[in-house]
């Protein structure tokens, strides 16, 4: 089991070589089956191939134009709805006190990872 982890590295260079739908399928599906709070599963992927799309993920991604290079980007978006159905209260973000957005941004980077 420690072999995965000691061998875990972060990639900053891809090839363009494309990503086949089939890839994809499996990859989201991989995250799919990831445990969350209640199988809440309170995730959203966003499959992103057009180039002018990915470099604007990348730009506001602190300017990570290394993030360029890549030939799709699956974004994750959690969604507090998944928590509270008719959440209907100010844009959350990390700073936010409400425990169901900790659990929410808990449960995706199960998910991602």
């Known amino acids: 089991m420690l072999k995965p982890i000691l061998d875990r590295r972060s990639i900053r ?3 363009s070589q494309p990503v086949s739908d089939a890839e994809i399928e499996q990859i989201l599906e991989a995250a799919r089956l990831a445990p969350s709070g209640n199988n809440s599963q309170p995730w959203r992927f966003l499959v992103v191939r057009a180039a002018e799309r990915r470099a604007a993920i990348a730009e506001v991604s602190h300017r990570q134009a290394w ?29 936010s006190p409400l425990p169901e957005l900790k659990k929410v941004i808990r449960d995706a980077a199960i998910g991602i990872e």
Do not use: F, S
Not at 72 to 79: A, K, L, M, T
């Open 13 to 15: 260079k891809y090839t």
């Open 67 to 95: 993030m360029n290079t890549a030939p799709v980007h699956i974004v994750c978006v959690g969604d507090i709805r998944c928590r509270i159905p008719d959440y209907a209260g100010p844009p959350l973000d990390d700073d």
